[in-house]
């Protein structure tokens, strides 16, 4: 009975995560299960992907969660797909390298010297 109210191991990956900070890319809907399947095998995937600001596309867009910590050598990203402002579904944690990440943020503007 007291196993009941026992709480559930924490996935030390999600742990990290939580320290890092967080930066969201809004990104124009493609078909979400390839965006997946193309971030499992390259993370150079999501280079791939179109920015786009929130309020142009309410309607439908993937939202990317991209966590770094302060000189970006450890970056992971997770997806997000919303059509209209629900979530839809999501992805797992992806490792992304420095120079895969710094590219991604150059595509919205920010620049990672």
Request: charged residues 30%.
């Given at each position: 009975?007291?196993?009941?109210?026992?709480?559930?191991?924490?996935?030390?990956?999600r742990q990290k995560v939580k320290e890092l900070k967080c930066r969201?890319?809004?990104y124009?809907?493609?078909d979400f299960?390839?965006?997946?399947?193309?971030?499992?095998?390259d993370c150079k995937a999501i280079l791939s992907l179109v920015p786009v600001n929130?309020?142009?596309?309410?309607?439908?867009y993937i939202m990317a969660k991209v966590y770094s910590n302060k000189d970006f050598t450890e970056n992971?990203?997770?997806?997000?797909r919303y059509d209209s402002d629900k979530l839809v579904s999501s992805?797992?944690?992806?490792?992304?390298?420095?120079?895969t990440a710094s590219k991604a943020f150059a595509k919205?503007?920010?620049?990672?010297?």
């Open positions: 009975m007291l196993s009941f109210f026992r709480k559930a191991p924490k996935d030390p990956l969201q890319i809004h124009v809907d493609k299960d390839t965006v997946a399947a193309n971030m499992d095998s929130y309020y142009a596309v309410k309607e439908k992971y990203a997770e997806f997000f992805t797992k944690l992806f490792p992304l390298d420095k120079v919205v503007g920010i620049i990672i010297k």
